[in-house]
Structures are given as structure tokens and as C-alpha cells.
């Protein structure tokens, strides 16, 4: 069978408080085609409310090329004023969390903005308020969805998500995810190839029982710190809300994966400096987050021999 090849990015966070533009969609989408990749994927927090970039979802939805692209629901999708429905329509999605069979692969998209309230009852992230203590389960409902999914599919199958499968600082679900894939794989070798997630603006790769979990860094924006710095020009500084509490990439971070049935993993990575030299450690700042990475103004790149005799 033949290799899957895409390109993921994560996080681009496209929203008034930024200054962040439409550029580096449109250079993601040249790389892509350019690349000659199968489809597109982004991990979440592409833009805070849909209902307001259009255009920008334009450059994605209904790209030039004509490549397949996917959405992934992050939180921030969520923290506006766009209702869930309509983030699913802007998006294009058949559901919040959903799967789609492709060129012999199975691609599954989750939603990690569950959360359970003050009754112990698991309900979706309303719109219109920051993120709940306690966001980023699957819930019930979906875990199981999640396993039927993966066993009744003829396919490998490849898992997208906005927060982490790979640690509990993660999703909250993410140790029952890891021993469901266990289980599966081995009883069904190479049934998951890769679990790919964003939200964290950091990078890491690691392989567990041959699955390789791929944080994915942030297109543009790395660091965050509450207290605005000062390091920008006042030009800069003044252009957007937010921009001084960000260390910002200079490049718009994206990485291509070529993954085979086996479990041959290539994950080609790109480099970037920050902009204006404002980095956590210009600022004397620890960007450890609750996982202990940090932030770095990069993707890895990363091969994983054949693992799976299929
Ligand atoms: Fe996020």
C-alpha cells in the first residue's frame, strides 16, 4: 500500500489580539502544493472566532490547489462568540469529531473540549468564556467512539487531536487512549500509526510501543507570558492587543509526514529564528510548560524505522 503524505500545522491563531496576518497560511498552502502532498491537516486554534475570517478560511477551504484539507477543533475556536454549529459550518466539518477513510488510511479527528462540570456531567465548551477548569476530555461518549472507530476499520489509522493523547497533563483521556491503542495494536498490529495534536505552541516527538506522538509547535506563536515585554519595536508593539505577551516565530511553522503501513514514520521539520530576537531567553523567562518542554522556535524532524510486520 502506499505511503500517506501530508502537511500538519497546529495553532496559527489568527485573531484581532494577534498580529498575525494571512501570509502564512498562504505560504503553508505553496509548501504544501509544492510538496506534492496528499491533503492538509491543522491541529486547532486556527482562527478565535470563524464567523469573522472569512476570507482567511478562503486560502485553506477552497485553496488554489485544490488539495484535500482538514479542520480540527481547538479551544480558542471556541472562546468567542462562534457557537460550536457554526465553527462545523465555517470549517466544512461533518461533525465535532469525525473520521474520513483516505487514499487506504483512516484519519480521525477528535475533540478535546470536554469538560466535566460542577455535576459531574460531560458537556461540550460553550461559547463566549475562556476555556473550564478541568476542559480537554474526550468523554465517555466519544472514548468509546473513538475504539469502534479504530477497531472496525479496515485501514491504519492515524489520530488527530487538538490537546495531547501522549501525557495526562494533556487530555485528560489521553493514559486510557494510550492503553486502548496498546490493546488494539497488539491485537491487531500497526491498526494506529500516529497520534498528532497541538495546543501547547511547543515541539516534541516520541515514540511509545511504536506509536509516534507528534506535538506540533505553533505556527507563529511560541512563548506566551501574561505580563507584556518590552522587547518589541513600539510600531509592533502597538499593532494588536496581545502581541507584546508573545514571542513569535518569524516563519509560519508547518511540518510534512510520510507515514507507511508499517509504521515508517518521516517527519520533515523546518527551523525558524524569532522575531525582532525576542526569545524566553532574551526575556530571562523559564518557558518549561506542565509537561517540561520548552519553547523553541522550531519543528523537529524525526524517522521511525518500519515497526509493524503487515
Ligand atoms: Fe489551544
Request: charged content about 20%.
Amino acid at each position: 500500500m502506499n505511503a500517506l503524505y501530508f502537511c500538519v500545522f497546529a495553532d496559527y491563531h489568527r485573531f484581532s489580539g494577534y498580529p498575525i496576518g494571512v501570509d502564512g497560511l498562504v505560504q503553508i498552502m505553496d509548501d504544501a502544493a509544492a510538496h506534492g502532498v496528499q491533503f492538509v491537516i491543522h491541529l486547532g486554534d486556527l482562527c478565535h472566532d470563524a464567523n469573522y475570517y472569512s476570507d482567511f478560511l478562503s486560502i485553506y477551504n477552497e485553496n488554489k490547489y485544490n488539495i484535500p484539507v482538514f479542520h480540527c477543533i481547538g479551544n480558542h475556536e471556541l472562546e468567542g462568540s462562534t457557537p460550536l454549529a457554526q465553527v462545523r459550518q465555517k470549517y466544512g466539518m461533518p461533525a465535532n469529531y469525525y473520521y474520513e477513510d483516505f487514499n487506504g488510511y483512516r484519519l480521525i479527528v477528535l475533540d478535546t473540549n470536554y469538560y466535566i462540570n460542577e455535576y459531574g456531567k460531560t458537556v461540550h465548551m460553550p461559547p463566549g468564556h475562556s476555556t473550564p477548569t478541568g476542559t480537554y476530555h474526550l468523554g465517555e461518549k466519544q472514548l468509546a467512539w473513538l475504539e469502534e472507530t479504530i477497531r472496525a476499520s479496515e485501514n491504519p489509522c492515524l489520530i488527530f487531536s487538538h490537546a495531547s493523547l501522549e501525557l495526562p497533563q494533556g487530555c485528560r483521556d489521553a493514559l486510557a487512549v494510550r492503553q486502548m491503542i496498546r490493546t488494539i495494536n497488539e491485537e491487531h498490529p500497526g491498526r494506529v500509526l500516529m497520534c498528532l495534536n497541538g495546543h501547547y505552541h511547543r515541539n516534541n516527538i516520541a515514540a511509545h510501543d511504536g506509536v509516534v506522538f507528534f506535538d506540533v509547535n505553533a505556527v507563529y506563536n511560541g512563548y506566551w507570558q501574561n505580563t507584556p515585554h518590552k522587547g518589541f519595536p513600539e510600531e509592533y508593539a502597538n499593532s494588536a492587543r496581545l502581541a507584546s505577551n508573545v514571542c513569535v516565530h518569524k516563519d509560519p511553522l508547518h511540518a510534512f509526514v510520510r507515514v507507511t503501513p508499517q509504521g515508517e514514520v518521516d517527519i520533515e521539520g523546518m527551523e525558524t529564528t524569532y522575531l525582532y530576537d525576542v526569545s524566553p531567553e532574551s526575556l530571562g523567562a523559564n518557558s518549561a510548560n506542565s509537561f517540561g518542554r520548552k519553547s523553541e522556535p522550531r519543528i523537529s524532524s524525526y524517522h521511525q524505522d518500519a515497526v509493524w510486520n503487515v
